[in-house]
């Protein structure tokens, strides 16, 4: 079934993270009471909806209130006229208004997003203007449904979230974040297309009892200041096993700019949660071309992933599309900051012509406060196909968060060409690898480069590697320079072994002049 460009927004078809979310919450609608007591959506518009005064303390207190009840289901309420659609018939809906606030010179303006397709629940939507809220009613007058026969007396059926576009100075208005389905939202800069994805939480990724997918129930949008080019949405999640507030301030740009602050509210004891979540794509890189036939060099939404460690140690973990899950643990104690990366921004790269990978957002993350103990983890998922989001790295905290508790936690999110802070070292720019020289031996070459690896480059410059279990030989150093380029030239023998993990750094007069290389050999 042919699919819109996955880059075209709002939405972003037949992904994994959607369909399995969409999967399950469908699933378990199947078994929702007939009756029950009120609903979400219900306690929410009582407490600061329509006309009331809007006081971000009320949202926190509603996600506290809504951790003390059982969990509801949303409602199936979603008509099969739009249930039904396929992806073509979803990417025609068309809402044909003036983007809210456009008219007001207040530099962002709001488009609401049909629900259908994959994107079925309802959430609330909610304007906040001078202090009073307002609620945004669905009207099935403002949009164009082109050959869809609407079911009469369709009624308010909400809707599935929302578009925030930038209208900034003489420049033309861009669209730069969405929000929707689940707890997911992407963002842009200027001149970009939407890549990675966002999660306001994880709970239970790739655990063998299923993996919990949380959703937005209710969104609250301050009408922006006139000239202050931010905007902060306030949002309600819920989920079986925990409820949340959200709160999210978009600053868009050159760099967009997303600081995000989240209150939980676990309903039972939480072993695995994941923050800060990043999801995207991996599909090959010049590290991984087995079983490749495309005329495409690469076809990938980030390219590695970037962290600098409690530390100060700067590390590069290039992405890899696996045979078989891997799943990887960075210990760290309070982080300063990771990120999925996206390095190479030429065309030549790609050559896609369609999708412009070289245009797609790297996204960093930057802790506020200290996070303590825990992880960055990484999974790598096998795909076959581009349009799946086959890689996802969130911070896993090591301590388990108590059913009652009530935890908070914030960071900074930095959308753009490149993350806002680079190591003050050379780089890892290119990562190959290919057939050894016989049995199951494979030949890496690892490209740094830097100013420090021009013209005056040092006489003691050598490279450090580990390799464990296996082992490696022909481990060259072939300096160029006029690039201000070193390339590392060595190869990996495995022997028996079904994973090795190597590390890789520069170092000269005793000290590191490069980032960390990492990477996982598998079969």
Same mark, same amino acid.
Request: aromatic share 10%.
């Given at each position: ?49 329509e006309n009331q005064r809007f006081d971000p303390a009320v949202v926190v207190d509603i996600a506290r209130q809504l951790a003390k009840k059982p969990f509801a289901a949303p409602a199936n309420d979603l008509p099969d006229v739009f249930a039904n659609l396929n992806p073509e018939q ?116 790739? &655990?063998? @009892?299923? !993996?919990?997918? $949380? ?5 609250? +949008?301050?009408?922006?200041?006139? /000239? %202050? ?50 999801a995207s794509t991996y599909l090959y890189g010049p590290n991984d071309l087995l079983n490749t036939d495309d005329i495409r060099p690469a076809v990938h939404d980030s390219s590695g992933l970037q962290m600098l460690n409690g530390s100060g140690e700067w590390l590069w973990r290039p ?34 012509? &369609?999708? @412009?990978? !070289?245009?797609? $957002? ?5 802790? +506020?406060?200290?996070?303590?103990? /825990? %992880? ?124 090795? &993990?190597? @590390? ?20």
């Amino acid at each position: 079934m042919p699919v819109p460009p996955r880059g075209t927004p709002p939405f972003h078809p037949r992904r994994r993270d959607m369909l399995a979310y969409f999967g399950a919450s469908v699933a378990g609608l199947a078994f929702a009471p007939a009756l029950r007591a009120q609903t979400p959506q219900e306690t929410i518009s009582a407490r600061i909806g329509e006309n009331q005064r809007f006081d971000p303390a009320v949202v926190v207190d509603i996600a506290r209130q809504l951790a003390k009840k059982p969990f509801a289901a949303p409602a199936n309420d979603l008509p099969d006229v739009f249930a039904n659609l396929n992806p073509e018939q979803y990417a025609a809906l068309r809402y044909t208004q003036p983007p809210i606030w456009s008219s007001e010179s207040r530099g962002i303006a709001v488009e609401p997003l049909h629900r259908g397709f994959v994107f079925r629940d309802g959430v609330e939507l909610f304007l906040v203007e001078d202090g009073a809220v307002r609620r945004i009613g669905y009207n099935p007058a403002q949009f164009d449904f082109g050959r869809i026969n609407l079911p009469n007396n369709l009624g308010d059926i909400r809707y599935s979230g929302f578009k925030l576009i930038a209208q900034m100075g003489n420049g033309r208005p861009f669209d730069f974040a969405v929000v929707q389905g689940g707890t997911f939202f992407r963002a842009i800069a200027r001149g970009q297309n939407y890549g990675a994805i966002a999660r306001a939480l994880t709970l239970r990724p790739a &655990e063998a @009892r299923g !993996e919990e997918f $949380p959703a937005f129930r209710a969104f609250w +949008l301050e009408r922006p200041a006139v /000239g %202050s080019n931010s905007i902060t949405v306030h949002a309600v999640l819920d989920s079986e096993s925990t409820t949340g507030a959200v709160r999210m301030t978009f600053r868009p740009g050159d760099m967009t700019i997303v600081d995000v602050e989240t209150t939980l509210f676990p309903r039972v004891n939480l072993e695995h949660v994941g923050l800060g979540g990043l999801a995207s794509t991996y599909l090959y890189g010049p590290n991984d071309l087995l079983n490749t036939d495309d005329i495409r060099p690469a076809v990938h939404d980030s390219s590695g992933l970037q962290m600098l460690n409690g530390s100060g140690e700067w590390l590069w973990r290039p992405l890899q599309n696996p045979e078989t899950l891997q799943i990887s643990a960075f210990v760290d104690n309070s982080p300063r900051g990771f990120g999925l990366l996206q390095r190479e921004r030429s065309y030549e790269a790609f050559q896609d012509d &369609e999708q @412009r990978f !070289e245009r797609r $957002p790297s996204v960093w993350i930057e802790p +506020l406060g200290n996070w303590s103990q /825990g %992880s960055v983890q990484l999974l790598e998922i096998p795909t076959d196909a581009e349009i799946n989001d086959n890689i996802l790295t969130y911070w896993r905290p090591r301590a388990p968060m108590a059913a009652g508790a009530e935890v908070a936690l914030a960071y900074r999110q930095y959308w753009g060409w490149s993350a806002p802070e680079r190591p003050p070292l050379a780089t890892v720019t290119q990562t190959r690898s290919g057939r050894g020289s016989g049995g199951r031996r494979r030949r890496f070459a690892v490209d740094f480069s830097g100013d420090v690896l021009g013209d005056n480059l040092p006489g003691d410059l050598k490279s450090v590697l580990t390799v464990g279990p296996g082992t490696f030989q022909n481990l060259k150093l072939l300096p160029y320079p006029e690039r201000k380029t070193v390339r590392v030239a060595f190869e990996l023998d495995p022997g028996n072994e079904n994973a090795c &993990e190597m @590390r890789l750094i520069l170092e000269a007069g005793g000290k590191p002049i490069s980032e960390t290389w990492l990477y996982r050999w598998t079969p």
